[in-house]
Nanobody, 121 residues
Framework: QVQLVESGGGLVQAGGSLRLSCAASRFTFSAYAMGWFRQASGKEREFVASINWSGGSTGYADSVKGRFTISRDNAKNTVYLQMNSLKSEDTAVYYC??????????????WGQGTQVTVSS
C-alpha cells in the first residue's frame, strides 16, 4: 500500500518560513509526479504546487507563486514544499499527493494524512 507521510507543519508568524516534507514509500517514487494541496477550515481543498518525476518541471497556484518552492529528492523518496513570506491566508492543512503519471495531469491517486500550518498575524 502506498504511503505518504507529511511533516514540518506548525505555528509561524506572518512573514516567516516553513519547510514541509512528504516521505513516500511502497512505490517507485522517481516514476511519479507529486503535488501539494491545502485545505483551509470551511473551504474546499485547493492545488498548491506540482512537480514532475525528475524535478525538472514545476507548477504553482497563483496565490503562492514566488513564495513557495516545490522540490524533490528521488534518492530519499521525499518531496518538499519550502514556504516563505507566509501569510495568514496560507493557514490550512497541507497534503501531499501522488500523481497518476510521471508528469502532472491534475489527477492524483494517493494522499497523505496532512500536516497543519498555522500562520499568525
Amino acid at each position: 500500500q502506498v504511503q505518504l507521510v507529511e511533516s514540518g507543519g506548525g505555528l509561524v508568524q506572518a512573514g516567516g518560513s516553513l519547510r514541509l516534507s512528504c516521505a513516500a514509500s511502497r512505490f517507485t517514487f522517481s516514476a511519479y509526479a507529486m503535488g501539494w494541496f491545502r485545505q483551509a477550515s470551511g473551504k474546499e481543498r485547493e492545488f498548491v504546487a506540482s512537480i514532475n518525476w525528475s524535478g525538472g518541471s514545476t507548477g504553482y497556484a497563483d496565490s503562492v507563486k514566488g513564495r513557495f518552492t516545490i522540490s524533490r529528492d528521488n534518492a530519499k523518496n521525499t518531496v518538499y514544499l519550502q514556504m516563505n513570506s507566509l501569510k495568514s491566508e496560507d493557514t490550512a492543512v497541507y497534503y501531499c499527493a501522488r500523481g497518476r503519471a510521471g508528469w502532472p495531469t491534475g489527477d492524483y491517486d494517493y494522499w497523505g494524512q496532512g500536516t497543519q500550518v498555522t500562520v499568525s498575524s
